[in-house]
């Protein structure tokens, strides 16, 4: 027999509606992945349900009909499921078995101890550029409930060695290092830590200044701290000295 062209160009396959989902770490149970999908992927106003079923220990298959649904939760990529990170690619039977790349994931970071000058959102995503790319503040951190660490969601490149500590000269010369800590890094994962990220002072107001980063051959050129000190000394006359409520954890 001879199947037609158009069947070939537009084949529909009935498996389009899957997705497939890598746990980094141990899986939960599918109970509560269930449950947990549902809640967070799904809406009441189109009524879609998703299905959830396991093909390896760590590897779960999604079946979501609704095709905006589905395009949303591929666009995100990156999930957590009871705080363990989940990793969402769309699926097809040639590339079930593939690995996902894991070369980078997005990880909480905490910068602990910084000045209240650089306590928002332009001066917290300025520093979280020295540890990796920035993806956003944390929602406690957008609120203030704790000024002592600033939690910050980045993309990490896992070859590259992890930064431990943020070091800049502040607008009045004033050598300042941040403590940088990782909530949670990836299981049975050898990480390197950076030593030393040094924010070097601007010299030439026109010039531009590069974050260096020890250890490696190249500067990455990123927004200098010292260019929003500045800017904050021309158009900031007060600092954070009302209360903040001291309880409250992160999620």
Known sequence: MTIPDEIFEDPNPLWKSFLVGYFIGDAP?????????????????????IDVQFIEKK??????????MRARVINHKYWHVADVPLVVH???????????????????VDLKGVPNSLFSHKGLKCLARAAEKFVKLHPNTEKCTHLDVARILVEVDLNKPLVEKISYVNNVGASVTLEVGYPWLPPKCEVLLCKNVTILQKKNKDAALPIVVVGEDQALQKNPVSDLLQEQEDS????FSFAFPGSGRYQ
């Open 236 to 239: 900031w006359n007060y600092s």
């Open 90 to 108: 769309e699926w097809s039977p040639e590339t079930t078995m593939n690995p996902p790349d894991l070369s980078s994931l997005p990880m909480w």
């Open 59 to 68: 590897t779960v298959l999604f079946r979501i009909e609704n095709p905006q």
């Open 29 to 49: 149970h599918i109970g509560f992945i269930h449950a947990t999908v549902n809640r967070i992927w799904s809406s009441q106003r189109n009524g879609s349900k």
